[in-house]
C-alpha cells in the first residue's frame, strides 16, 4: 500500500525507485491512484492491482469449516479491536475511548448486547490493555460485567471463529475488518490513520465502505 505522498522530495525518491523496477503490485485502488500520480505514463503498464494475499489463506481456512458462521444466540454479540493510540497524543486517545464506552452504554441499554475485546494483534508494543482498562473504569459496574476480554493469542482459525459468531465488530484494526468481512460479519471501521490500505475493505467486496478517522 502506499500512501498519498504531499512531500515533493519523497515523491522524486518515490519516482526514481518506482520507474527501475520491472513489476509493481498493488493491493488496492487508491494506492494504484497514488503510483499513477507519481510516475510517468509509459511506465503504468507494470502496476497492477492484484488481491492481498492473506484472502487467500483465509479462504483456504474457511472452505474447510462450512458452519463457522452459525450464530451462537439471539442475543447481540458486538466485537472489538482496540489500538493504544500513545502516538497520536492525548486529546485522540480521550475522543476514541469517550466514542467507545458511549456506543457500548448506548447498545447495552437498548440492546442488552454483549461485548468482546479480541486480541488481533498481541505485539507487546501495541499492548491495548490500558485502554480497555479505561473504558471498563468509565462504564458502570453493571454495564463492565458485559465487555469481556479475550486474553490470550490465537490462531487464524480460532479468530475467524469468534469473528464468524458476531453480529457486527467495531474494528480499529485493519486486518481484523479483514478477518470479520472474511466470516460475514459486518465491520464498523475506525482508521487509526489515513493510509491507502483502508481500501483493501473495498477490495474484499464490502457494498457500502464507511470509516471514521479520528486523528
Known sequence: ???????????????????RLLFISTREE???KNIKDV??????????ILPDLSFYTLKNILGRFPNLSAKLSNKMRVGLTLMPWLE???STLEKYIDSLVYLITHLIKEFDAEFFVIPQVTYPAEKFDPVFL????????????????LNKEMKIEELLKIYSQLNILVATRMHSAIFSLSAGTPVLAIAYDVGAKWGILEVIGAKSVSYTHLT
Not at 510516475?39 to 497492477?48: A, D, E, M, P, S
Open 1 to 19: 500500500s502506499i500512501w498519498r505522498l504531499r512531500n515533493p522530495i519523497s515523491k522524486i525518491f518515490l519516482k526514481i525507485t518506482f520507474e
Open 88 to 90: 497520536f497524543g492525548s
Open 39 to 48: 510516475i510517468n505514463q509509459n511506465h503504468l503498464k507494470k502496476v497492477k
Open 134 to 149: 479505561e473504558i471498563i473504569n468509565r462504564l458502570s459496574p453493571a454495564y463492565s460485567k458485559k465487555v469481556h476480554l
Open 30 to 32: 487508491r494506492s494504484f
